[in-house]
């Protein structure tokens, strides 16, 4: 009797481990992880109060995903590093929204009129097909200091539930 009693008991662990595992796996599938990747130009304001500037930014370009999109952006700058924080917007050409936030680093270039910029943004959701939405991307650009005007690249995934 024991011997059975602990035969049906091991079955049925078993049987919940494989139905455990099988669902915590669907859902992980279910994630769909697209590629994210394309051009951005962006004309940027700023305020400084010393040590800081805030920089405020409106910007465009193409990117798979995306199609042609507009992003807007906005941001903290310490002035003696460099080093910033920011959040974004981006709209795609249907109208669906991502949200991110990120962080910023800027170098300076042989040029003293441009600042090379690189900014790694995580995505916290969005709108429409990217309601949801996680993941994370970074942008590389050039600014030129004396119009605000800088352009680059955009890089990273889309991961949608």
């Known amino acids: 009797m024991?011997?059975?009693?602990?035969?049906?008991?091991?079955i049925v662990l078993v049987f919940l481990i494989v139905l455990a595992s099988t669902s915590f796996a669907a859902s992980a599938a279910t994630e769909k992880e697209l590629l994210f990747k394309g051009t951005l130009r962006a004309v940027e304001t700023h305020v400084v109060?010393?040590?800081?500037f805030s920089l405020d930014a409106t910007g465009s370009g193409n990117a798979t995903q995306l199609g042609l999109y507009t992003m807007s952006f906005q941001g903290e700058v310490f002035i003696p590093t460099l080093s910033g924080t920011t959040t974004a917007v981006l709209v795609a050409a249907d109208g669906s929204s991502l949200y991110a936030d990120g962080v910023g680093q800027g170098t300076a270039t042989e040029n003293p009129d441009f600042v090379s910029i690189v900014e790694t943004y995580t995505i916290t959701g969005g709108t429409g097909r990217f309601a949801g939405a996680s993941g994370s991307f970074t942008v590389e650009r050039l600014i030129q200091r004396s119009t605000g005007i800088s352009s680059g690249t955009i890089s990273g995934t889309i991961v949608l539930p």
């Open 49 to 52: 109060t010393f040590p800081t």
């Open 2 to 10: 024991m011997k059975k009693l602990f035969g049906s008991t091991m």
